[in-house]
């Protein structure tokens, strides 16, 4: 006499995942997906300290470059972001400003939308995420422009009294 082992289906012995099975759900799929890599990018985002900022920027060696000191650059950069990487401005001519030191996607960083100079050669998130050294090489360049450090302020009031 044969002992009966039931056989279980196919179907029922794969794992109960969700899986895509239209365009609609695919792209549903897909947009968790960037939503999900999106925050964490933005856990590597960083609110940084006023003297853990000064001593990178120390360390970058922004003191005394282009004449500006690291005083300077600590009053912008408070001005422009709160000293947030992650913070991102949105300007009326369809541009949008980056991190820290809030650069501009037309002329310093490609952000994948506005047409860009891309004077840095860089991609506009990689200005968001807690590794300033980038940043501040980007920075020195805008600084070394005609304009220095009055770059950042032409389209603003002028330097925050807070
Ligand atoms: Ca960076």
Redo the contacts with the bound molecule.
Sequence with gaps: MSIHIPQIPYHQSLPDLPKPQTLGEALYWVSGTIVVILMAANVEAKIYERCDLAKKLEAAGLNGFKGYTIGDWLCMAHYESGFD?SFVNHNPDGSSEY?IFQLNSAWWCYNGVTPSENLCHMDCH????R?????IMCAKKVVSSESGMSAWYVHGDGLDPG
């Design positions: 990487t991190g990689e200005l968001l995420n590794h300033i050294l980038d940043d």
